[in-house]
Each structure stands twice: as structure tokens, then as C-alpha cells.
T-cell receptor, first 114, second 110 residues
Framework: KAGVTQTPRYLIKTRGQQVTLSCSPI?????VSWYQQTPGQGLQFLFE?????QRNKGNFPGRFSGRQFSNSRSEMNVSTLELGDSALYLC???WGTGSSGEAFFGQGTRLTVV | DAKTTQPTSMDCAEGRAANLPCNHS???????VYWYRQIHSQGPQYIIH???NNETNEMASLIITEDRKSSTLILPHATLRDTAVYYC???????????FGAGTTVTVRA
């Protein structure tokens, strides 16, 4: 079956702009999580959505937001981009219930802010 | 806020078993131990998870000590393609996020 699909794979934006990243989860998965990966901070949790509701949020400023649609696809938005937002943004999908919570990650979107 | 401690790096010879240790001394009763790995520039890949019993799948084996304060991931026959950063993560049943630490950089050498 198809894996987690993230688009676009690469993106270059200018400081002050905003960006929207997209994630299509594995068919049937209802949970989508987002992570930011930078060389300095490693992999950090941004937020998690389940059935269109945000269940958990990491310690990021309000410029980072997300949403999930009825088909479980998710988008994250970063407004007023800063140089420090340059990172690999990863999306993970899972069933989202119970103890068997293994998550499957996409290949990520590499965002460069100049 | 990772709850695990792993060695920074380790080397392994191709064809030999790789034993990756992880300490999680503050693990609570409803928390599972998960292992993921990340090959350079790719998304993390799920390997295995367990609660208290040892687990085995096609990729690896997970050995959890009786007191659950530590575990070992075993790659039975390491190949060059197993070179990656390996993350040990403790996660509760109702915890909807993965808290990644720095992981162990494993280098498999020919």
C-alpha cells in the first residue's frame, strides 16, 4: 500500500513569507503528526491531529499551525518565516488508537528560508 | 524531554550482530519502548516496540530487562544498509507524540 506522501519535497522561501506543507497519510490512518528536524535541536514534535482535532501540541510559537481534513490529509502552515525555520519537516501517520501506535513517516519537506 | 539514554555512537562489523543498549530507568507501567531508525536524509523508520516481553520481527529483536529499566535492540546480521541513527523512545498508551533524543549513530563497516 502507498506510504505517507509529503509535498512539496523541497521549498525555498524568503523571510516574512508564509508556507503551507501537505501530508497524505497511509489509507485508513486517522492520526497525523508533524515534526521539525534541525541539526541543532534534532527531531521535535510540533502537533498531532486525530479525526480533524488537534490532540497534542509541542512547544512552538503560534506561527506554526496545522489542520486535518475529513479524509485525514493534513496541512501545516508557518507564517512570518524566520531563518531559524529552515528545517526538514516530517509527517507521520498512524491508526492513532490503542497501544499499537507505531508511526510511519514520510520523506519530509526540506524548507530553506533565505 | 526524552526519557531515554543511549550511547552517542557505535561501530559494527558487517555480518555480525549489533547490540544497541538503551536506559529508561524512569519508565512507568503503561509505557512502551519503541525503536526507530533514520537513514541519512530520510524519514524515521519504525523498527519494533514492546511492553515487557521480548519481541522479534523481520528486522530486529528487542530484549527488555525484567525491571524494564533498560532494553537492547539486536540487529542479528548487520549490513551496510543498517548504517543509521537509532532512536529508543518511551511512549505511553495515551501519549500521542514521539519524543526523540539524540539517538545512537551506528556505523556498519565492511
Amino acid at each position: 500500500k502507498a506510504g505517507v506522501t509529503q509535498t512539496p519535497r523541497y521549498l525555498i522561501k524568503t523571510r516574512g513569507q508564509q508556507v503551507t506543507l501537505s501530508c497524505s497519510p497511509i489509507s485508513g490512518h486517522r492520526s497525523v503528526s508533524w515534526y521539525q528536524q534541525t541539526p541543532g535541536q534534532g527531531l521535535q514534535f510540533l502537533f498531532e491531529y486525530f479525526s480533524e482535532t488537534q490532540r497534542n501540541k509541542g512547544n512552538f510559537p503560534g506561527r506554526f499551525s496545522g489542520r486535518q481534513f475529513s479524509n485525514s490529509r493534513s496541512e501545516m502552515n508557518v507564517s512570518t518565516l524566520e531563518l531559524g525555520d529552515s528545517a526538514l519537516y516530517l509527517c507521520a501517520s498512524s491508526w492513532g488508537t490503542g497501544s499499537s501506535g507505531e508511526a510511519f513517516f514520510g520523506q519530509g519537506t526540506r524548507l530553506t528560508v533565505v | 524531554d526524552a526519557k531515554t539514554t543511549q550511547p552517542t555512537s557505535m561501530d559494527c562489523a558487517e555480518g555480525r550482530a549489533a547490540n544497541l543498549p538503551c536506559n529508561h530507568s524512569t519508565i512507568s507501567g503503561n509505557e512502551y519502548v519503541y525503536w526507530y531508525r533514520q537513514i541519512h536524509s530520510q524519514g524515521p523508520q519504525y523498527i519494533i516496540h514492546g511492553l515487557k516481553n521480548n519481541e522479534t520481527n523481520e528486522m530486529a529483536s528487542l530484549i527488555i530487562t525484567e525491571d524494564r529499566k533498560s532494553s537492547t535492540l539486536i540487529l542479528p546480521h548487520a549490513t551496510l544498509r543498517d548504517t543509521a541513527v537509532y532512536y529508543c523512545i518511551v511512549r505511553g498508551t495515551n501519549d500521542y507524540k514521539l519524543s526523540f533524543g539524540a539517538g545512537t549513530t551506528v556505523t556498519v563497516r565492511a
